[in-house]
């Protein structure tokens, strides 16, 4: 029969529930026990809105306390040796050390390495393995799950990381990948018969590389890896998403497995080649939802694909997302402040399982049995793709207008930097953060209060005001050369900009996860995108008039803002970039006409939007830096603009941070390690540069000469006229008491420093 599944459903909740009971667990509110019930609430809770929907197979291993990636190496025994778990079991605390160096029991550690899933915006746990590494099952409770997703009386599939991607994923030291192939197959082989043991049906492999371009010795680890996992105890789905399969279609579909996934909303056009080339007996998952976005499925759309599909594979056909719902929102129907017109244009994780439901039965027993259903989401796509609310001729004459000498500086950055200098006479070494302070309860109550009603417009100002001189003061004291104004404004660095922005919505409860308990909430692109007046001039023309230092202005750039919405399906990427490139750069222009003499323009996300597959990259990074460019292409050359990125890969865009011509990128380095750095020098960049010397997502605080090690190992690498100090990301989310050590600490290695540098013009004396 034609079966209607998900690849998996969000886990913090749709109050956040998981967030909660985290953080409390790690505060030590409540114990362990507390913990797992209130995770086992919430897996329950999903099951059975996957049942009520009509969902065939629920899906159970989706749900993590932390990340995915992080059970799979806690489920294979594959814990670092600093961190202590020997050959016992992989107890909570040890899970948590590795994710964020501390955990309520156990003393501290380095957390494990933390980036990007592919090109989303959530952050999965490297696996760290070694030449010869071990596996064995030490954490146990994907078993745990299944069997109790069966005793809650549901068809029970099983999600697991696949073998390959878990690989390519990880870091090996002193060996290569593939050489822990055979060891991991093993460890595999026992995990299949644990599940089947439990009750699954079903196991779900996920194997995203095989989006990715792969050299040939992977793709053949594909077929001998699966040839050896046989005999299966249960059936196997190899689920593969985010792209097309491209050259690797029959590498995946001759796997010897019993059935294949493939995402036909990223690329609805693989589908004729799978349907040639899949055998007579596998089962095709079509990812016809679109589990990345927020918008309704154009289920006729959908439809055809299905029908195509059926008429040449019969039953064997299933129906589902894309890939899996975590990387939306739980449920619209919680979004009542919304404008009405726009919510019905909306679906969430919970909306997409009955769209998924309605196309299997539109299939199965003909489009009357839904016909009320598809006739209401046909009239709903109608209505937004001619809503007046969608278009602005105005915005859309000025995004033609634009002009490649409106996104370049008007001098070279040799001429800016001297410019720069003499305005700012910074000493060697200069100190900075990235841009945000700790969000205290109070302060997050008090935004609270004010968006609900309870403080006036005048109270908040002046509660806002308070927050940012006391940042100064902290920033003075702790001896910071370059401040910020931390951002108190903001609850989110994107989510803050579209409140402000016209043609953007934001939410009340749309939150997805990033890692861990932190969530966000993207704003929604529904239409052409205007600044309709400042946004941060009030706050930063303050901060700068309480300091005699430099305050840096706080942007988050169009990439970014792009990357970390929700954009508009019915408009070119590079439209909707280049309207919010103008909506930035007039905030930058205001910035500096206040006379904001530092302009941080974020660009955190631009890796991650990058292409999976490097022959489809080259329009990307011109669109982003030419979108970068034209931010910053209209202030002086005596203005500093920097720009931040983190947890990515960055090899693949030295060019790009190059064509950006930044006067000075932030980078996070801290956990991810410097082996980009000499790739930016051999990039051409001079430009200055600050890695991270120091890891802010996780509480433990570094003594001060691990700073002063890193500073050095840095300064073996970079010119010290290049380098710059400072954390490797924002503070929001670490407490006043986390951060007050580190910051004096990495100041007093840069005096420490300062004392045995020279470069001549440039000063050794801290301040301004």
């Given at each position: 029969m034609v079966i209607a599944h998900t690849l998996g459903f969000p886990r913090i909740g749709a109050r956040r529930e998981l967030k909660w009971a985290l953080e409390e667990y790690w505060s030590g509110s409540i114990d362990a026990a507390a913990l797992q019930a209130a995770a086992r609430e919430l897996r329950r809770r999903h099951w059975d809105l996957q049942r009520h929907a009509g969902l065939d197979l629920i899906t159970a291993g989706d749900f993590s306390l932390y990340d995915h990636v992080l059970d799979m190496s806690a489920l294979l025994g594959a814990v670092p040796a600093r961190l202590g778990a020997g050959d016992g079991e992989v107890d909570l605390d040890t899970y948590f050390r590795m994710a964020r160096g501390r955990a309520p029991r156990g003393g501290d550690a380095a957390a494990c390495a933390m980036t990007k899933w592919f090109d989303t915006n959530y952050h999965y746990i490297v696996p760290e393995l070694h030449a010869g590494q071990r596996f064995r099952l030490a954490r146990r409770e994907i078993f745990g799950e299944v069997a109790d997703a069966v005793s809650?009386?549901?068809?029970?599939?099983?999600?697991?990381?696949?073998?390959?991607?878990?690989?390519?994923?990880?870091?090996?030291?002193?060996?290569?990948?593939?050489?822990?192939?055979?060891?991991?197959?093993?460890?595999?082989?026992?995990?299949?018969?644990?599940?089947?043991?439990?009750?699954?049906?079903?196991?779900?492999?996920?194997?995203?590389?095989?989006?990715?371009?792969?050299?040939?010795?992977?793709?053949?680890?594909?077929?001998?890896?699966?040839?050896?996992?046989?005999?299966?105890?249960?059936?196997?789905?190899?689920?593969?998403?985010?792209?097309?399969?491209?050259?690797?279609?029959?590498?995946?579909?001759?796997?010897?497995?019993?059935?294949?996934?493939?995402?036909?909303?990223?690329?609805?056009?693989?589908?004729?080649?799978?349907?040639?080339?899949?055998?007579?007996?596998?089962?095709?998952?079509?990812?016809?939802?679109?589990?990345?976005?927020?918008?309704?499925?154009?289920?006729?759309?959908?439809?055809?694909?299905?029908?195509?599909?059926?008429?040449?594979?019969?039953?064997?056909?299933?129906?589902?997302?894309?890939?899996?719902?975590?990387?939306?929102?739980?449920?619209?129907?919680?979004?009542?402040?919304?404008?009405?017109?726009?919510?019905?244009?909306?679906?969430?994780?919970?909306?997409?399982?009955?769209?998924?439901?309605?196309?299997?039965?539109?299939l199965t027993e003909g489009e009357a049995r839904v016909g009320g259903l598809l006739a209401e989401a046909r009239t709903l796509r109608r209505q937004r793709l001619t809503s007046r609310a969608i278009f602005d001729a105005e915005v859309r004459a000025r995004e033609r207008a634009i002009t490649p000498a409106m996104c370049a500086r008007s001098q070279p950055h040799r001429v800016r930097s001297q410019l720069q200098q003499a305005r700012l006479r910074l000493p060697l070494l200069p100190t900075t953060t990235i841009g945000s302070f700790p969000q205290t309860a109070a302060l997050r109550r008090a935004r609270r209060d004010h968006r609900e009603g309870r403080i006036d417009a005048a109270s908040y100002r002046e509660r806002l005001r308070a927050e940012i001189a006391q940042v100064i003061r902290a920033q003075e004291d702790f001896g910071l050369d370059v401040l910020v104004h931390g951002e108190p404004e903001r609850g989110d660095m994107v989510e803050y900009f579209g409140e402000h922005l016209q043609g953007v919505a934001v939410t009340a409860n749309g939150w997805v996860q990033s890692y861990g308990s932190r969530c966000v909430r993207p704003p929604i692109i529904y239409g052409d995108?205007?600044?309709?007046?400042?946004?941060?001039?009030?706050?930063?023309?303050?901060?700068?008039?309480?300091?005699?230092?430099?305050?840096?202005?706080?942007?988050?750039?169009?990439?970014?803002?792009?990357?970390?919405?929700?954009?508009?399906?019915?408009?070119?990427?590079?439209?909707?970039?280049?309207?919010?490139?103008?909506?930035?750069?007039?905030?930058?222009?205001?910035?500096?006409?206040?006379?904001?003499?530092?302009?941080?323009?974020?660009?955190?996300?631009?890796?991650?939007?990058?292409?999976?597959?490097?022959?489809?990259?080259?329009?990307?990074?011109?669109?982003?830096?030419?979108?970068?460019?034209?931010?910053?292409?209209?202030?002086?050359?005596?203005?500093?603009?920097?720009?931040?990125?983190?947890?990515?890969?960055?090899?693949?865009?030295?060019?790009?941070?190059?064509?950006?011509?930044?006067?000075?990128?932030?980078?996070?380095?801290?956990?991810?390690?410097?082996?980009?750095?000499?790739?930016?020098?051999?990039?051409?960049?001079?430009?200055?540069?600050?890695?991270?010397?120091?890891?802010?997502?996780?509480?433990?605080?570094?003594?001060?000469?691990?700073?002063?090690?890193?500073?050095?190992?840095?300064?073996?690498?970079?010119?010290?006229?290049?380098?710059?100090?400072?954390?490797?990301?924002?503070?929001k989310t670490r407490r006043w008491e986390e951060i007050e050590a580190p910051l004096r600490r990495l100041v007093n290695c840069a005096r420490r420093l300062r004392a045995t540098c020279h470069v001549p013009g440039r000063r050794r004396a801290a301040g301004a």
């Open positions: 809650q009386g549901h068809r029970a599939k099983a999600a697991l990381v696949g073998p390959l991607t878990y690989l390519w994923l990880s870091r090996v030291r002193d060996g290569r990948k593939l050489d822990l192939l055979p060891e991991l197959v093993r460890a595999y082989r026992e995990i299949l018969q644990g599940l089947a043991a439990a009750g699954a049906e079903w196991v779900q492999l996920d194997e995203p590389i095989l989006a990715l371009e792969l050299p040939p010795a992977w793709l053949d680890a594909f077929e001998s890896a699966y040839h050896r996992l046989r005999p299966y105890p249960l059936k196997v789905l190899v689920a593969t998403y985010f792209g097309a399969l491209a050259e690797n279609t029959s590498a995946a579909l001759t796997l010897p497995v019993d059935g294949v996934h493939v995402d036909l909303v990223r690329a609805p056009a693989q589908l004729d080649v799978v349907l040639d080339r899949i055998n007579d007996t596998k089962v095709l998952s079509l990812g016809l939802i679109d589990g990345r976005n927020v918008w309704r499925t154009d289920l006729d759309q959908a439809l055809i694909l299905a029908r195509r599909a059926r008429a040449r594979l019969g039953d064997r056909v299933w129906i589902a997302p894309s890939c899996s719902l975590l990387h939306v929102p739980v449920d619209v129907a919680a979004e009542q402040a919304l404008d009405p017109e726009l919510r019905a244009w909306l679906a969430f994780a919970t909306q997409k399982l009955h769209e998924i439901a309605i196309l299997r039965t539109a995108v205007r600044r309709p007046r400042s946004i941060t001039v009030e706050w930063t023309r303050y901060a700068q008039s309480l300091t005699l230092r430099p305050v840096k202005g706080m942007l988050t750039g169009p990439v970014t803002l792009l990357q970390w919405s929700y954009a508009r399906d019915d408009a070119p990427a590079e439209e909707i970039c280049m309207q919010l490139a103008l909506a930035v750069r007039d905030e930058v222009m205001d910035l500096e006409a206040a006379g904001t003499p530092v302009i941080q323009i974020d660009e955190p996300a631009l890796r991650e939007g990058l292409p999976l597959r490097r022959r489809d990259r080259a329009p990307y990074l011109r669109l982003a830096a030419r979108a970068f460019g034209l931010c910053a292409g209209g202030v002086g050359a005596g203005t500093q603009i920097h720009t931040h990125m983190c947890y990515s890969e960055f090899q693949d865009i030295l060019a790009t941070i190059r064509e950006m011509d930044a006067d000075v990128v932030t980078i996070e380095a801290a956990r991810s390690g410097d082996g980009l750095l000499p790739g930016l020098r051999e990039a051409g960049l001079a430009n200055g540069i600050g890695p991270g010397v120091y890891d802010i997502h996780t509480p433990r605080q570094p003594s001060e000469e691990e700073i002063m090690q890193r500073a050095r190992r840095l300064l073996e690498i970079l010119p010290v006229g290049q380098l710059w100090l400072n954390p490797d990301c924002g503070l």
